[in-house]
């Protein structure tokens, strides 16, 4: 079988669980499964009296994961999001409730954070590749070419008929931002119907903490995004969500600059404020959306979005490698704060 009962192994993205590392936490029942799914590692951890119920919460789970992949991908032929893309220009496409939510959710963001967050970046599909042994770095004259493409407000929502129309030929939607953090949340809930009240549930970047570990709330690290070895901060969490959007992911360097997966709607190029950005929020749908958003938007404007947004806080980290934290967080650093 795919998991077993003992330590968490160390996580490898920004997000870590620290309770892991508590002696206690191999008593608890604690079952643990990583998969890959979306393109990305899937955590599960489930607190459960037997492994029969871990085990088949973990299927519930992916059984939900690939329902949501093949509503949202747009990579994958014939969904939803696919046909939208298919018919840019051409006529507007009905879509399931969820997809039509997700869609009309992203609009939202787009209009909060002025256009920083954009599911039309996928405009500019074909000229970036960070693929490991693929990477494309575009001509000036094709980002150029292609950057009019990229605009949520051609984005046509009818809200009666369900339906989603892309204003102009070769425009393209993704949801690689924010669909993740949905499957999360749908995959907690899947885990809570199944009568379990203590989990974790980390794809990628964007993890739903849910009821207790052992010694209380979970701890979580936040990791320095540039030693990943090195813990900016250690954060105490429990039923909530957590997201971070970092340059180190997906890059490739070339002549010494670093290119990395963000775009910045505005420019066509990899938004250069920050190196990473952790949201911490009620669900895992707005974290992951947002995390992308402030990413781009840069410390100032991100910000002040953050502090208009309630219940929502942040952790940047900005070009130089310094940290700011929003007002209702409070940080725990095993050292290295403000590291210049
Ligand atoms: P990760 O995929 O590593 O969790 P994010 O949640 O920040 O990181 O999402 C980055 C992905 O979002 C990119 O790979 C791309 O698919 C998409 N994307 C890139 N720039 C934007 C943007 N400005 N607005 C919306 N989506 C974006
Ligand atoms: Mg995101």
Do not use: C
């Amino acid at each position: 079988m795919g998991f077993f009962i003992k330590r968490i192994p160390l996580a490898i993205t920004a997000l870590l669980l620290l309770s892991s590392l508590l002696p206690s936490f191999a008593q608890a029942g604690l079952f643990f499964k990583k998969t890959t799914i979306m393109g990305t590692d899937l955590e599960i951890t489930v607190s459960a009296s037997e492994a029969s119920s871990a085990e088949a919460a973990f299927s519930s789970v992916s059984e939900e994961m690939a329902r949501i992949e093949s509503l949202m991908s747009e990579w994958m032929e014939g969904t939803p999001v696919a046909e939208v893309n298919r018919n840019a220009g051409i006529k507007p496409v009905a879509v399931p409730d969820e997809v039509f939510k997700i869609i009309s959710d992203a609009v939202l963001i787009s209009e909060a954070s002025n256009g920083a967050f954009d599911i039309t970046w996928a405009s500019m599909r074909g000229l970036w590749s960070f693929a490991p042994g693929s990477e494309r770095l575009p001509s000036k004259e094709e980002v150029d070419g292609r950057i009019g493409l990229v605009d949520y407000r051609d984005i046509v929502l009818d809200r009666s008929k369900k339906t989603v129309f892309l204003k102009r030929k070769y425009m393209a939607i993704g949801l690689g931002a924010i669909a993740k953090g949905y499957a999360v949340d749908r995959a907690m809930k899947r885990i809570i119907s199944r009568g379990i009240k203590d989990a974790i549930v980390k794809a990628g970047g964007d993890m739903r903490v849910q009821g207790r570990g052992d010694d209380g709330p979970w701890k979580i690290g936040i990791r320095d995004p540039r030693d990943k070895d090195k813990l900016l901060a250690t954060l105490d969490v429990s039923n909530i969500s957590i997201s971070t959007s970092g340059d180190y992911e997906r890059f490739f360097v070339k002549d010494g600059v670093l290119y990395h997966h963000i775009m910045d709607p505005k420019t066509g190029y990899p938004a250069r404020g920050t190196r990473s950005v952790t949201i911490i929020g009620p669900d895992t749908e707005t974290t992951d959306a947002l995390s992308t958003a402030v990413f781009v938007m840069g410390v100032e404007a991100g910000m002040e979005l953050i502090k208009s947004l309630k219940g929502i806080e942040a952790v940047i980290v900005d070009s130089s490698g310094l940290i700011h934290s929003s007002p209702g967080i409070s940080l725990s650093s095993p050292g290295g704060l403000g590291r210049p």
